[in-house]
């Protein structure tokens, strides 16, 4: 059974870096094909990707998010953290961590991040 | 990138009515389309992939179709515990782009 759990700072100040944490289990980021993900959602509004890794360490990113955005992995921990710098109030929301073989097919629970001074 | 529209944003229905949503694709994407429901504080769930394809467990009652740039999701004989929002999301290509939601409430 495949689970994730996201953890990081529930409260930022606009100019600083977020660090989030999806810690993961049931699957391993070291399988070919294997990928995790970090998807975001405002409140009220739609989901949004963010970016990904993969078993091979190949990275992509959302083209509008790029330059604030760093995503790795640690295998024998079985984590992927994601960095975002420069937050800003428009960037609250729910960020959910997902693995991926093609599609999304598993989903952390989420954590509400808000930015605030 | 790929802009992915649905339709309609929103619906009233009735519990036993059968609804059809609609997600469009600014390109074509094959059928790399999934479908997902989401419920209010909780983290969506993956029904559909591959277009049509449904997930291990999900009930039959739900059902997806098309290919290129228009698909449909398709719920029968709704229940209480289908009123939710749904979301398109297109993973052909990066960025991977989701739809903009259609959230089905009771009449």
């Known amino acids: 059974q495949i689970t994730l759990k996201e953890s990081g700072p529930t409260l930022v100040k606009p100019t600083q870096t977020l660090t989030l944490t999806c810690a993961f289990s049931?699957?391993?980021?070291?399988?070919?094909?294997?990928?995790v993900g970090w998807i975001r959602q405002p409140p009220g509004k739609a989901l949004e990707w963010l970016a990904l890794?993969?078993?091979?360490?190949?990275?992509r990113y959302s083209p509008s998010l790029k330059s604030r955005l760093t995503i790795t992995k640690d295998t024998s921990k079985n984590q992927v953290v994601l960095t975002m710098t420069n937050m800003d109030p428009v960037d609250t929301g729910t960020y959910y961590c997902?693995?991926?073989?093609?599609?999304?097919?598993?989903w952390g629970q989420g954590t509400l991040v808000t930015v605030s001074s | 990138d790929i802009q992915m529209t649905q339709s309609p944003s929103s619906l009233s229905a009735s519990v036993g009515d059968t609804v059809t949503i609609t997600c469009r694709a600014s390109?074509?994407?094959?059928?790399?389309l999934a479908w997902f429901q989401q419920k209010p504080g909780k983290a969506p769930k993956c029904l559909i992939y591959?277009?049509?394809s449904l997930e291990s467990g999900v009930p039959s009652k739900f059902s997806g179709s098309g290919s290129g740039t228009d698909f449909t999701l398709t719920i029968s004989s709704l229940q209480p515990e289908d009123f939710a929002t749904y979301y398109c999301?297109?993973?052909?290509?990066?960025?991977?782009?989701f739809g903009g939601g259609t959230k089905v409430d009771i009449k």
């Open positions: 390109q074509g994407i094959s059928n790399y």
């Open positions: 591959g277009a049509s």
């Open positions: 997902a693995h991926r073989i093609l599609w999304f097919d598993s």
């Open positions: 890794i993969y078993w091979d360490d190949d990275k």
């Open positions: 999301q297109q993973y052909n290509v990066y960025p991977l782009t």
């Open positions: 049931g699957f391993s980021l070291n399988t070919h094909g294997v990928g």
